[in-house]
Each structure stands twice: as structure tokens, then as C-alpha cells.
DNA sequence: CGAAAGATTGAGGTGTATCAAGATCAGTGG
DNA sequence: CCACTGATCTTGATACACCTCAATCTTTCG
């Protein structure tokens, strides 16, 4: 996906904590890969229920839920102070038409998507709400490595409120959830800054 | 998507009730679109863990999920005797390449597969049981719509337990739901045949 | 027909939501 | 710099929706 600003124009975009890349009901033009910082994404309904649909990072792209409608389905905003690549739609599509492998890897993109929401559905009908907190901490730990950061130190960037929604629990249950790791000494958290001190413990913890 | 076969090769695969149409880990190379019938798809976690993640009817693509891996993500089973029609991806991909509409057709299956889970993903974070059931109701009447039968006079093609797992409730509490909501006299229910008799009423249960 | 699977209904237990009160932190303006 | 304000987070007590366990009934299929 890095080989992309050889064969299309690339905007950088800032966005300031707190910040909408784009709300639901705007025109949708462009995709958007994530060079720092983090955003989420928010699904909505019409009577105004709302959730965190998803937290994305360096490397991930936002925005192509809307593909093939004029407009966004969801909101995007930024949790920190956040910088995306801007890929023009048509532009994308035209260079994918021209470039098999880019074709193949916007597909891989999107099926890697459908992939990871299942795994979180299926996460959150099967387990109770504490295992749910010890699988997110797996995950963003898991992130930050992938990143090149540690996973064994990180600061949470989203509130509990976020967490909650995501993990469709009350944000009092993930407080308590987090507490309690940390009275297990799986983990260790003040605040937004987690540390794992038990990685076996917390696996344990968000299979069974 | 119905032109299809004017440009690649499609191979007609029949399968009885309960037969799989794939398995998680088996070889992916094809793409299945459905005939007749209905599938259910079933996402599995290593410990055993697992939830029926979509259900599948007469023009709906099956399998895509696991574009852009070796191995099938998750498991595609028929609920009745059923027929699908095999693309192999790799044809797919090459037609894609010459078809512009083909490949926007292709993205836009895609991302309206994501915004499908998302929606299902926020209806279950927000929702409690028996608006999740009615929810379930008028979504699978207006599939029947879509394909021309009545909305209002359907057979349910999944067990309880499909049922429950989709919700990420347990099947004692969809069979309560569905019995609350005929005693509300908003459906009838015998079994697997559902008439919808106050639709407003279901209508208003599914979003408060 | 008999056995197994699926569906319904009841009674009781439990995990999470709800409501509420403080504590801590971030940002603002005096 | 500090007081002030609002947002965020934590913790407690109570309520209730759903789960669990169990029995019964119906349908399906060999």
C-alpha cells in the first residue's frame, strides 16, 4: 500500500484531536490511510443509538465501508492528533484498473476488514465482559507491535467511554474490568497508561 | 452481477440441507454466489468458540470473507436444499481487470458486506433481546421482499439455535421473544412459519 | 414405531446495567 | 499561579434482564 503516491496524487490531511475526518451523510471521495496518530469510527442509526465500530492506526485504511454509495456511512474522528494519506476514489480505481497487484490488495483490504469485524462479533457474543477488556488489551498490545512499539507498555488513546461502546459493556463495567486485571496483577493501569505484566494470564483470561 | 456468466466460467454446485459448502482451512478458489436456498456462514475461534455471522439467500456472495487468504476464514453451511454458483477467484480477478464495471461491482459487494456487520454489530451493542429478535424479523421480511415473496408470510430457514448464536442471545430467550411478541399480537408463530401482523408495532419494538 | 433433534415454558441464579457519589485530571480565565 | 469548571474515571449499592438448569411437548427421520 506504501507504493501508492508513485501512481496517484496523495493529500496529507492533520486533524487535530477530537476532530471529524468525515462525517456520516458527507460525500464520499476519497479512502483514507492512516500515517499517525489514531482515529474511530462510529456507526449511527437513525434514533440515535451509536457504537464504536472500529480504531484504526499507522497502515490502516478508513473510509471503505462507503465504497460504491455518494455517501459516508459512518464518522470518523480523530482520538489524538492524527495525519491521513488522501486517496481519491476514482483515482484509486483507475490505477487498480491498470495495476493487478493494487486490485488485489484493495480486495485483501476489505476482506481483512469483514475478517476482523467477524472476530470481534464473534468475541463479543461468546465472551463475558472482562475477558472482552483482557482480548482488547491483547489487541491494541498487539498493535502497538506491530507498529514497532512496545506491547508490554502503551497508552490507551480512546476514553472508556469508547472502550465501552466497542466492546458493547457500560463504561463503569470496563473501569471495574481494567480494576480487576490489575488487582490479578495481569496488567497495571493508571488512567490511559496500561502495562501488561502477565501476558499468559491476560490470554488465559480472554479465551476462557 | 447476474452478467457474470458472460465472462467467466460458472460452475452450479447443489447442496443439501446441512451440507457445508466449505469448511475454515480448506483451500479458497472460488467465490459462490447464491441460486437458491439459504446458507448460514459460521465464524470459529481456536477453543471452540463460534456464531453464525450472516445468513445468505438468492443473490448474495458467500466466501469473501476470505479473499486474499490460502484457507476458507470460517464455515459456509446450506439450511435447505440449496444451489450457489462457483466463480473461481482467479477468473474473477481477470475479468475485474478488464471490466471497470466489474471491479466497482466487486468493491461495492465488499464494503456493503462491511456496513451490513456493522449494522448488525450496533443493532446487537444497543439493543436488548427482544428488539433484537424483532429486529431480526423485519430484516429477514425484507429479504423475502426483495426476492419477491411476501413480507408478511415467511418460513425462518435457521433453527432457534442459528437464531440465538446471530443475536448473541440463547435460543430460550429467542423463543420467548417470539412468544412475547405473538402475545403482543404484533406476528403469529408456529414453529418456523412467521406471519407478520402488526408491522408498525414490530417496527417500533426493533428501534426503542 | 422409537429415537433424536428442535422448540417451548418455568423457576431460580448471576452478571451487568443502573443510579449515585467521589476522586482525579485537563483546560480556562482571572 | 491558582481557582474554577467540566470531563473523565473509579467505586459502591441495588435492580433487573438474561442465563442456566430442567421438564415437557412436538416434529422429524431412520
Redesign the interface.
Known amino acids: 500500500m506504501e507504493a501508492l503516491q508513485a501512481h496517484l496524487s496523495v493529500t496529507r490531511r492533520k486533524h487535530a484531536a477530537g476532530q471529524y475526518l468525515f462525517r456520516a451523510g458527507q460525500a464520499f471521495r476519497a479512502l483514507h490511510l492512516v500515517h499517525a496518530g489514531t482515529y474511530k469510527t462510529c456507526?449511527?442509526?437513525?434514533?440515535g443509538?451509536?457504537?464504536v465500530?472500529a480504531f484504526k492506526m499507522r497502515g490502516e485504511l478508513v473510509g471503505?465501508?462507503?465504497?460504491?454509495?455518494d455517501t459516508h456511512?459512518?464518522d470518523a474522528i480523530a482520538l489524538e492528533d492524527s495525519e491521513t494519506w488522501e486517496l481519491p476514489y476514482p483515482a484509486v480505481?483507475k490505477a487498480?484498473?491498470q495495476l493487478?497487484w493494487l486490485?488485489?490488495q484493495?480486495?485483501?483490504?476489505?476482506?481483512?476488514?469483514?475478517?476482523c469485524?467477524?472476530?470481534?462479533?464473534?468475541?463479543?457474543?461468546?465472551?463475558a465482559a472482562e475477558p472482552r477488556v483482557a482480548a482488547f488489551l491483547m489487541h491494541m498490545a498487539a498493535k502497538q507491535a506491530r507498529l514497532g512499539y512496545s506491547a508490554r507498555h502503551f497508552i490507551l488513546r480512546m476514553s472508556r467511554l469508547d472502550i465501552a461502546?466497542f466492546l458493547?459493556i457500560k463504561h463503569e463495567t470496563v473501569s471495574r474490568a481494567l480494576s480487576h486485571l490489575a488487582d490479578l496483577n495481569y496488567i497495571s493501569v493508571q488512567r490511559r497508561e496500561v502495562r501488561v505484566l502477565d501476558e499468559d494470564g491476560l490470554r488465559g483470561m480472554a479465551?476462557a
Do not use: F, V
Request: aromatic share 2%; net charge negative; proline share 2%.
Open positions: 456507526e449511527l442509526a437513525d434514533d443509538r451509536e457504537k465500530t471503505a465501508e462507503s465504497i460504491g454509495l456511512a459512518c480505481m487498480a484498473a493487478p486490485q488485489a484493495i480486495h485483501a483490504a476489505l476482506a481483512a476488514e469483514i475478517r469485524d467477524r472476530n470481534w462479533m464473534l468475541l463479543l457474543a461468546t465472551l461502546s458493547a479465551t
